[in-house]
């Protein structure tokens, strides 16, 4: 294993081929992620309505869905899809972006997903080298585009997600390449309660929710996975972000400002332009205060 890491480390060309041609296949499957989990959400919803109230549906109804059954197959003539179909980007191009079988248009958000997945990870991958660093952010990057696309579709950030990653970057503070683990709890905390602690604010003075409890989540993941000392700086940016790209959206969209639009997207941006160049800005950030 020492020998092959000292290999990426002489031949970094390998390595960042590698980890595009291992992210576009984690891109392709991101977007059965990304289609299936809500549903699966819904379905496992019903069955647990079902079971408590009408259990002889229940069990009449139950079916196998998740992100493996069915087969992936066209959503309007449910032929199956290939294996040759389903190469990222390459195949929806080859098929100029239509069903093989019957000719109907192929969402052009799946070779969108899969380069940008592919993108980013390479960035990921020559701002940190093969390290470990590399492997938790690259899990990381590869959730927060997932958790991205489900609450722009559904304004939901699963807990099916957040939660592992919460985990996972508690633990990533054990190692030499993480914050302290002191600094990823009290970053968990803070992250949490910050944007809980506004919710509840905004909700008492207007009667209204701002906000999801899986924001909450997704923030504290950045603090535990960057310390506590990047939060500022994530609910700076994300904020700026939302501000510009939410009233971009609404003006396109031919929307009012009461109309409810996903935070997490921006959160995942921030934190991605915070696990890339947090220290950095805050750096710079600092010292245009002092001067």
Excluded at 12 to 17: D, I, L, N, R, V
Excluded at 153 to 182: E, N, V
Aim: aromatic content about 14%.
């Amino acid at each position: 294993m020492a020998g092959f890491i000292e290999v990426l480390h002489q031949a970094p060309w390998f390595f960042y081929t590698l980890v595009l041609l291992l992210a576009l296949l984690v891109g392709s499957f991101l977007n059965v992620v990304i289609y299936r989990l809500p549903k699966m959400m819904e379905l496992s919803w019903q069955q647990d309505y079902q079971a408590y109230f009408q259990p002889d549906a229940a069990h009449a109804n139950a079916q196998r869905y998740n992100l493996a059954v069915p087969r992936s197959a066209c959503p309007s003539c449910q032929a199956p899809i290939a294996a040759w179909d389903n190469i990222p980007i390459l195949s929806w191009l080859w098929l100029k972006g239509r069903c093989r079988h019957c000719g109907t248009r192929i969402s052009a958000r799946y070779p969108l997903v899969e380069g940008l997945t592919g993108l980013l990870s390479v960035v990921l991958a020559w701002q940190f080298g093969p390290t470990l660093e590399t492997f938790v952010y690259l899990l990381v990057l590869w959730s927060l585009i997932a958790l991205s696309f489900i609450d722009l579709d559904t304004m939901l950030l699963p807990d099916q997600i957040t939660l592992p990653l919460l985990w996972l970057a508690l633990l990533f503070s054990l190692s030499s390449y993480g914050p302290s683990p002191a600094d990823a709890i009290i970053g968990a905390a803070a992250g949490y309660l910050s944007l809980w602690s506004v919710y509840w604010a905004f909700k008492l003075l207007t009667g209204k929710e701002g906000m999801g409890y899986g924001d909450f989540k997704l923030l504290a993941v950045f603090g535990a996975l960057l310390g506590w000392q990047q939060l500022p700086l994530i609910i700076l940016l994300s904020s700026a972000v939302g501000a510009v790209f939410g009233s971009v959206l609404l003006l396109v969209q031919g929307k009012d400002k009461s109309t409810p639009i996903p935070f997490g997207p921006y959160i995942a941006v921030a934190g991605f332009i915070a696990m890339l160049y947090g220290q950095q800005l805050t750096q710079w950030y600092l010292q245009v205060l002092v001067f």
